[in-house]
């Protein structure tokens, strides 16, 4: 007789959020505990040819196994670049004056009152 495991299964969007419990038999995997979730059905979005999945914010592949007590965590496409945001921003701050050309840090007070 297998033991049975205590898992979640976690997805979010901007607006809205879900956290399904799932109790599965001792063995399952990642993608096993996800379709007994049966969140596809309120999040039908979700892709997992190409949404990326974790336990506990650590990717993992679909058919690694679980653990009791693990939240299995959908994950969304990104956006945007992280990388990149940044660099707009930093860039669109130092038009505005609110950065140092030069190193991109807070413009230097003592100085630009010398100017």
Do not use: C, H
């Amino acid at each position: 007789m297998s033991r049975i495991l205590n898992t979640e299964v976690a997805f979010a969007l901007p607006g809205r959020q879900s956290i399904i419990e799932v109790a599965i038999g001792e063995g399952a995997t990642v993608r096993e505990v996800i379709e007994a979730s049966k969140i596809a059905q309120i999040y039908p979005e979700i892709d997992l040819d190409n949404f990326k999945v974790g336990i506990w914010s650590r990717v993992v592949k679909l058919d690694a196994t679980v653990s009791d007590g693990d939240r299995i965590e959908i994950y969304r496409p990104l956006i945007a670049d992280p990388k990149e945001v940044r660099k707009r921003r930093a860039e669109k701050a130092k038009e505005e004056g609110r950065a140092d050309k030069v190193t991109g840090g807070r413009p230097n007070q003592v100085k630009a009152k010398d100017n």
